[in-house]
């Protein structure tokens, strides 16, 4: 099972020393002395739960608290206040600003990890909700929703630290005779061996298959460059016809095969400039790919020229 990640922000060191070790044993816990360095370590990998002081200079709890719940990425976050004041307006303010729940200073030991047990075990039943919600029942790789909102939050990721971002649109060549010849009962194991295929081929945890609608798969691969992105793509050919799938309505051959486009964002922008991410961009590059591949008789892998920055 994967260990709970905690966030605990304060500008005073004793009071997180205290925390962390109430905490110890809830799971992995990092610490941030500022409201603004909270809110850098959040965007950066979300936690699982956040304790925030209400009371720090410059950017307080409550604006941190905001801003965390303006964040898409970070909305679902759940946030417990941890204040010196015990009077009813603060713990309004706080459940206001997108809190779930808050603590008094000084903490008390048992109180502080019966609440952060109760809201992660609510963030876990959530999760796995959401991941049902986000899986395709056919081949039980990520569903076009999925898909969407990986996108975006890697693509955000991607533009923040400067890093590339590809992307793989994959499609079965000559599907619809497939179904034609065999049915669609066969159609449907097809696509799930399909998916099985490209399971085997990405392996790091950030990386996303899924399911782009009909016979058309996606991978998202974050971190990874042109080159490694080209590599990724070829694998794939290969995998699907390594599964020697009897394919004989195509005219390609006997056997089963799939197109690929490839397409990558690079890191070479600065990511303060304000320009938006160009995830579009990205979906819109490698389907030009994977058009060209399809004309230039399938079965093959078509990276798309380097794009540009904007």
């Given at each position: 099972m994967t260990q709970a990640s905690l966030l605990i922000v304060d500008d005073d060191p004793a009071s997180i020393?205290?925390?962390?070790?109430?905490?110890?044993?809830?799971?992995?816990?990092?610490?941030?002395?500022?409201?603004?360095?909270?809110l850098r370590l959040a965007q950066e990998s979300p936690p699982d739960l956040v304790l925030l002081d209400a009371d720090m200079p410059g950017m307080d709890g409550f604006e941190v608290c905001t801003r965390l719940k303006a964040d898409p990425l970070l909305a679902d976050v759940p946030v417990i206040f941890?204040?010196?004041?015990?009077?009813?307006?603060t713990e309004l303010a706080g459940l206001a600003a997108g809190a779930v729940?808050?603590?008094?200073?000084?903490?008390?030991?048992?109180?502080?990890?019966?609440?952060?047990?109760?809201?992660?075990?609510?963030?876990?039943?959530?999760?796995?909700l959401r991941r049902a919600a986000l899986t395709d029942a056919l081949t039980g790789v990520a569903n076009r929703r999925c898909f969407d909102e990986w996108l975006?939050?890697?693509?955000?990721?991607?533009?923040?630290?400067?890093?590339?971002?590809?992307?793989?649109?994959?499609?079965?060549?000559?599907?619809?005779?497939?179904?034609?010849?065999?049915?669609?009962?066969?159609?449907?194991?097809?696509?799930?061996r399909v998916a099985e295929a490209l399971r085997t081929v990405v392996r790091r945890p950030a990386d996303l298959v899924a399911r782009y609608g009909g016979e058309e798969f996606a991978l998202l691969?974050?971190?990874?460059?042109?080159?490694?992105?080209?590599?990724?793509?070829?694998a794939v050919v290969a995998a699907v016809q390594a599964l020697h799938l009897p394919h004989p309505a195509s005219p390609l051959g006997a056997e089963l095969s799939v197109s690929v486009g490839i397409a990558t964002v690079p890191g070479r922008h600065s990511p303060?400039?304000?320009?938006?991410?160009?995830?579009?961009?990205?979906?819109?590059?490698?389907?030009?790919?994977?058009?060209?591949?399809?004309?230039k008789g399938r079965a093959r892998c078509v990276a798309a020229p380097p794009m540009g920055d904007a």
């Open positions: 020393q205290v925390l962390g070790r109430m905490l110890a044993e809830q799971g992995r816990l990092r610490f941030a002395l500022s409201g603004a360095e909270g941890v204040t010196g004041h015990s009077d009813t307006q729940d808050c603590i008094s200073k000084p903490p008390q030991a048992p109180l502080v990890v019966a609440r952060v047990q109760t809201q992660l075990r609510l963030k876990a039943l959530t999760d796995e975006y939050r890697e693509g955000q990721r991607a533009w923040r630290q400067a890093e590339p971002l590809s992307l793989a649109m994959i499609d079965i060549d000559h599907f619809k005779a497939y179904n034609d010849h065999f049915g669609h009962p066969a159609g449907d194991a097809c696509l799930r691969l974050p971190r990874t460059d042109a080159t490694g992105a080209r590599h990724v793509g070829e303060g400039d304000g320009r938006p991410t160009p995830s579009t961009a990205l979906v819109a590059a490698a389907d030009q790919a994977l058009y060209q591949a399809k004309r």
